[in-house]
């Protein structure tokens, strides 16, 4: 079975408010996470990475929370905008250059 | 300025024709993918390529190939498609060196009639 799991499928926020994506995954050894965004007819595009060294990355607009105690990560989006709507995939490599994805959370961004 | 180009976007083939989807990459990446991604669902890991080593997933079907000729090219051969094939195909590169993201390109959505 896949190693990264989403906790819930669908997130409507309002334009302006803050996003919270989480994402659970289950092997211990993961050691690369990445957030990816997907809009519709398109491939996924890449938002932000984090190692497992590290619990916190910020970019612009987003911040990658990283806590491997409970094996948990989570994609902030900070005044989300309509250009926000999309599908958001976690994906986690375990060492074998091959990315496992996530169930994937549609965010939408009510005007 | 597309890096990953998967030709063409849109392609239709019958029950059981063989079909080949192309994927070229301008970033010179050692590794590509292939990834499905049926509706409403995650992208799922067909086979990669380490420069000409051939990595196939345990349970991706027989009837799945890939082809590689160069670094800047990788082909996904279907034999026979079924019904069941009926996918976006992604295509995916990574330079494969330390801690590196996949580039995706935009698919090719497969109608199998």
């Known amino acids: 079975g896949e190693s990264v799991g989403l906790h819930l499928p669908t997130l409507s926020v309002q334009e302006g408010d803050n996003s919270i994506i989480n994402c659970a995954y289950s092997?211990?050894?993961?050691?690369?996470f990445i957030w990816y965004k997907q809009e519709s007819g398109k491939g996924p595009q890449f938002i932000i990475d984090?190692?497992?060294?590290?619990d916190k990355r910020q970019g612009q607009r987003v911040t990658v929370l990283l806590n491997k105690t409970v094996k948990h990560l989570s994609l902030q989006i900070a005044a989300t905008q309509p250009g926000d709507s999309a599908v958001y995939f976690c994906?986690?490599?375990?060492?074998?250059?091959?990315?496992?994805f996530g169930s994937g959370t549609r965010l939408q961004v009510q005007p | 300025d597309a890096m990953v180009i998967q030709n063409p976007r849109y392609q239709v083939t019958q029950f059981g024709k063989p079909v080949t989807l192309s994927c070229s990459q301008t970033?010179?990446?050692?590794?590509m993918y292939w990834y499905q991604q049926k509706s409403s669902q995650a992208p799922k890991l067909l086979f990669h390529?380490?420069?000409?080593?051939?990595?196939n997933e345990a349970d991706t079907p027989d009837n799945f190939q890939s082809r590689r000729p160069n670094t800047s090219f990788c082909f996904l051969d279907i034999r026979s498609p079924g019904l069941g094939d009926a996918a976006m195909y992604l295509c995916?590169?990574?330079?494969?060196?330390?801690?590196?993201?996949?580039?995706f390109g935009n698919g090719t959505r497969l109608t199998v009639t």
């Open positions: 995916a590169t990574s330079s494969g060196t330390g801690f590196s993201p996949l580039h």
């Open positions: 970033l010179n990446h050692n590794v």
């Open positions: 390529y380490y420069d000409k080593d051939f990595n």
């Open positions: 092997n211990s050894a993961s050691d690369y």
């Open positions: 994906a986690d490599f375990t060492g074998r250059r091959a990315l496992t």
């Open positions: 984090i190692r497992s060294n590290m």
